[in-house]
């Protein structure tokens, strides 16, 4: 694999569930995000982490919790979603945060429906 | 307050011809300045940024841009479409050493045969 992986790439949830986003990047960056692609709407930053910290959480709603156990691996944990929350979630990564090094790179995205 | 408009939801243009989408930005000093292109179903692929210097920037696919501070734009251009250009276009903004991109809520292309 190479580049910036996310999976599922499709999500059907009920507003009830709990399930979790994937992201694996294989570029060796030390900083990764989290956004959301809303329809007419411009990307949204949602969170994100720099050698495993979170440096950024843009008042996103506690219904959406990430993780990132290590600088490869982010995930995107969702519980009692709303349908609002139907979106494309897109993970990205770049070497930096700093602005310097912060060309991103962008997985493909998760298209999550919520019923 | 940082912010990215691209005042064209949508183009069409005929294969071959030329293009410019506009791209305007808010922010007190000289941001970093980005590209981005989304086919359908994949994700955000940079096609060329600006941090400083010459302020013709050439990237991938054969697009250019300009950044023209007097104007606070950041126009991308290509002299001749291809079909396969068919997609949306992100401009974006960086603040210096904020980590942080502000994207416009990007324009459509679509190519006529």
Not at chain 1, 88 to 97: E, F, N, P, R, T
Not at chain 2, 32 to 49: A, M, R
Not at chain 2, 79 to 91: G, L, Q
């Amino acid at each position: 694999e190479t580049g910036v992986t996310q999976t599922p790439r499709h999500l059907v949830m009920g507003m009830t569930n709990k399930k979790s986003l994937k992201c694996e990047q294989h570029l060796g960056h030390n900083a990764m995000y989290w956004y959301k692609q809303s329809a007419k709407k411009p990307l949204e930053l949602m969170f994100v982490y720099s050698l495993e910290e979170r440096v950024e959480n843009n008042s996103v709603p506690s219904r959406f919790s990430p993780e990132c156990p290590n600088s490869s691996h982010l995930f995107l944990h969702l519980h009692t979603l709303q349908p609002e929350d139907s979106a494309l979630y897109l993970c990205a990564s770049s070497l930096s945060v700093l602005a310097a090094y912060n060309e991103q790179f962008f997985g493909p995205g998760t298209r999550l429906t919520v019923l | 307050a940082q912010s990215v408009t691209q005042p064209d939801i949508h183009i069409t243009v005929s294969e071959g011809a030329s293009l410019e989408l506009r791209c305007n930005y808010s922010y007190g000093a000289t941001p970093y300045l980005f590209w981005y292109v989304q086919s359908p179903g994949q994700g955000l692929q940079l096609l060329l940024k600006y941090f400083s210097g010459d302020t013709l920037v050439q990237g991938i696919k054969g697009f250019e841009a300009e950044f023209k501070r007097s104007q606070s734009s950041f126009n991308l251009r290509k002299p001749s479409v291809h079909w396969s250009d068919a997609a949306e276009y992100f401009c974006a903004v960086e603040g210096r050493n904020t980590g942080k991109l502000i994207f416009g809520q990007g324009t459509t292309l679509q190519v006529k045969p």
